[in-house]
């Protein structure tokens, strides 16, 4: 008997060989008469591990893709899915808890709650999962270790720096231990010398075997990353390697 009220869950065989899957996606926004076509198109393929750049210019299409890789938009024909699991017609309350629970975000503008502190800033995607209070401590005392903010876990976001405000964005991305971490344009608001700084650790976390995917239209941060997208007018038009090599 089919189960409306059942939470989505990965394929139960073997393991999936791609964290992304895309095929044949499309999106189409339609606004009054006209119709502006996103994508046209895509398949690509993200593998456990990888390090994504997807660059293009302004409407190329690399944002409404990012929106539909981390389910925070479908996709208006095509397949997308996510450790296997079909996601590209999951109903909204289930792309909620597809997000909660396999995505991680990092964004430009660091979206920290002024009034709390890193730690529970971290926190945050642990109570929303009714993860009990004293797991969820553990976990982002851990998470913001990693990043190197330990000794900074109770500052408020307006006692740190822009750099230590996007590692305590990048620990609570981490939280959850996402399948996938989703980086847009995270250096866009760092001065030259703390975007170094959040790129190398961005490589650290990738170098211990976390799967990166940032959208970005600086050259500087594609160049860290070891597969470089590009994007134009909703399709793809290069895909390809660079020698970066995994220390």
Same mark, same amino acid.
């Not at 990012?66 to 289930?94: A, F, H, K, W």
């Not at 909660?100 to 926190?123: C, H």
């Given at each position: ?23 044949? /996606? ?7 008469? &006209? ?40 996709? &208006? ?7 296997? /699991? ?25 979206? /920290? ?17 009714? /993860? ?11 998470? =913001? ?33 996402? &399948? ?21 650790? =961005? ?9 990166? +995917? ?9 160049? +860290? ?23």
């Amino acid at each position: 008997m089919n189960n409306n009220n059942a939470q989505p869950t990965a394929q139960q065989n073997a393991a999936p060989t791609t964290v992304v899957s895309a095929r044949d /996606l499309t999106r189409t926004y339609r606004t009054g008469q &006209s119709e502006v076509h996103a994508l046209r198109g895509i398949s690509l393929d993200v593998y456990p591990g990888e390090f994504v750049a997807v660059t293009g210019p302004s409407g190329s299409g690399k944002s409404t893709f990012m929106n539909i890789i981390g389910c925070m938009d479908r996709p &208006s024909s095509g397949e997308y899915r996510l450790t296997g /699991l079909l996601v590209s017609t999951l109903r909204p309350e289930q792309l909620a808890t597809v997000r909660s629970r396999y995505l991680g975000f990092i964004f430009q503008n660091f979206n /920290l709650l002024p009034r709390d502190s890193a730690l529970a800033n971290v926190m945050l995607p642990l109570v929303y999962q009714g /993860l009990p209070e004293r797991l969820q401590k553990v976990r982002a005392t851990r998470a =913001l270790s990693i990043v190197g903010l330990a000794d900074r876990m109770h500052h408020l976001p307006a006692q740190l720096s822009g750099g230590q405000q996007q590692r305590v964005a990048i620990a609570r991305a981490l939280v959850s231990q996402p &399948s996938l971490l989703l980086a847009d344009e995270p250096t866009g608001n760092l001065d030259s010398e703390t975007s170094q700084e959040i790129l190398t650790l =961005l490589q650290t976390l990738n170098k211990q075997g976390i799967t990166i +995917i940032v959208v970005t239209h600086s050259a500087e941060v594609a160049e +860290i990353a070891r597969r470089r997208v590009a994007f134009k007018d909703g399709h793809i038009i290069r895909d390809e390697y660079t020698d970066i090599q995994q220390a």
